[in-house]
């Protein structure tokens, strides 16, 4: 994998690249999204479609650095997300950063239309947690809460704002947000997205296929962090551009 921006270099440290700012105090919330070339966040139907080895390699990387993968629960169905494992080439960075084996996976949803008995709640290093709303469906809930950590987080939307801050609470600073479209808006429009990590995949999908987000219109500039380039596919790092302070949770 090359970097193209700032500096050309002909080989690059994705770990150095994707290093997150020592000594967080309140959360950071990293994006990672793939688009096609003309904007499509799906190829039938799936963002799977739009991937590749370089965009997994990098993916892979983002979740051995987070302490907690965050995603909506649309996303979480169509995409088969599963509790996440430990994985064995990066218990030594995790650990040299004092974080957990693995990060923590944390599906958003209000009506809490998951599968007790699915790979989501089962066979990952830590308890899934589910971030819900006071009005969700109180027998759906208690189902949850014999196999996931069940946070409430506002009453009809989750609450972005309070969904990170009990994150916080439990040590999980470093926050992967997986998408779906829906929910990084969400992320977005609460003012909590510090970073955008988006694989530009070389290929055309045309249609009238979501973006990477979805909801209401926002204006949130972004500046390039870096560039880097592997077999026609472009990793943009984007972070907030200056002026833009996230809200502290
Ligand atoms: N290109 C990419 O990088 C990328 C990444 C991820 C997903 N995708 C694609 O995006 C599509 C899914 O899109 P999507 O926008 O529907 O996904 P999503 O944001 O993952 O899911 C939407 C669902 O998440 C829950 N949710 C999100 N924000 C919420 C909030 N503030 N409060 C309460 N619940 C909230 C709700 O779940 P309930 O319905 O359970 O209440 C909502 O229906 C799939 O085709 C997937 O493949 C693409």
């Known amino acids: ?23 967080l105090a309140r959360p950071w919330v990293r994006a990672n999204m793939v688009s096609s070339a003309d904007g499509s966040a799906v190829l039938n139907g799936r963002a799977e479609g739009l991937s ?6 990098v993916f892979r990387l983002l ?26 080439e990066y218990a030594e960075l995790r650990a040299s950063l004092g974080q957990r084996p693995a990060p923590v996976l944390v599906v958003v949803s209000r009506r809490l239309v998951l599968d007790p008995d699915s790979k989501l709640f089962h066979g990952g290093a830590q308890r899934t947690v589910v971030v819900t709303v006071s009005d969700a469906d109180p027998g759906r809930r208690a189902a949850l809460e014999s196999v996931a950590d ?19 609470e439990r040590g999980l600073l470093r926050v992967l947000c997986e998408g779906g479209p829906h929910l990084l808006a969400g992320v977005t429009a609460a003012g909590h997205l510090d970073e955008l990590c988006l694989t530009i995949s070389p290929q055309l999908v045309g249609g009238d296929a979501r973006r990477i987000l979805a ?24 972070v907030r551009a200056r002026g833009q302070p996230s809200p502290a949770p």
């Not at 302490?67 to 629960?73: F, M, Q």
């Not at 069940?150 to 916080?168: F, M, N, P």
């Not at 592997?230 to 943009?236: C, K, N, T």
């Open 215 to 238: 909801g209401a219109p926002v204006d949130v500039p972004l500046a390039l962090g870096h560039l880097l380039e592997a077999d026609g596919v472009l990793l943009a790092r984007y």
């Open 63 to 88: 979740r051995g650095l987070a302490d907690a993968v965050l995603v909506g629960a649309g996303t979480a169905r169509i995409e088969g997300y599963r509790a996440l494992e430990a994985k064995p």
């Open 150 to 168: 069940v946070i409430i987080a506002g009453e009809q939307s989750v609450d972005v704002t309070a969904a990170l801050a009990s994150l916080a």
């Open 52 to 57: 590749s080895p370089p965009d997994q390699h």
């Open 1 to 23: 994998m090359r970097q193209l921006a700032p500096t050309y270099a002909a080989d690059v440290d994705l770990v150095t690249a994707y290093a997150h700012p020592p000594g």
